[in-house]
């Protein structure tokens, strides 16, 4: 699908500097970037380049599903071009963040061989959908996924 049409199913008007980002984004070799990093490509392609504009422009695009935003602690978002959800794997030494693009049973494996591989060291961060701590449908159908007890069936505990 087109970048325009992307945009404007998704909802967002698509004037052309806002196509040219998304495109920018989305050619982007590296595909986690902070303002700062967006900034710079932007820069670099002769697109406007204004820290607030840009912010506005990032958020825009993440809110309506278009850009990712990595599951982070830290206090700046990082936006991710890949906006399907997918894993994560961050290296503390170099805070190298490699993307997982793995069935379920893969990533359950990688899982396993990390909490072997370093125990007590391995910190694991799931983000849920909005949905998981709502309505009992989404309880049933958790259920039914074979994974989690919620002993309220009111949303996990927190
Ligand atoms: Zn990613």
Not at 31 to 38: C, G, S
Not at 136 to 152: E, I, K, L, Y
């Amino acid at each position: 699908m087109a970048l325009r049409e992307e945009l404007q199913r998704a909802g967002l008007p698509a004037p052309r500097a806002l196509v040219r980002l998304l495109a920018l984004l989305r050619d982007s070799p590296e595909t986690h970037l902070r303002l700062a990093d967006v900034m710079r490509l932007a820069a670099q392609n002769e697109l406007p380049t204004g820290q607030l504009g840009l912010a506005r422009q990032l958020e825009s695009l993440a809110d309506h599903g278009l850009l990712g935003r990595l599951p982070t602690t830290e206090a700046e978002a990082v936006f991710d071009t890949v906006p399907e959800a997918h894993a994560h794997l961050i290296y503390e030494e170099d805070a190298q963040v490699v993307d997982l693009h793995v069935s379920p049973e893969t990533l359950l494996a990688i899982l396993r061989h990390a909490l072997a591989a370093w125990p007590g060291e391995v910190a694991v961060l799931a983000r849920l959908p909005a949905r998981a701590a709502g309505s009992d449908a989404s309880v049933d159908r958790t259920a039914a996924d074979g994974g989690f007890h919620r002993p309220s069936g009111q949303g996990f505990p927190r």
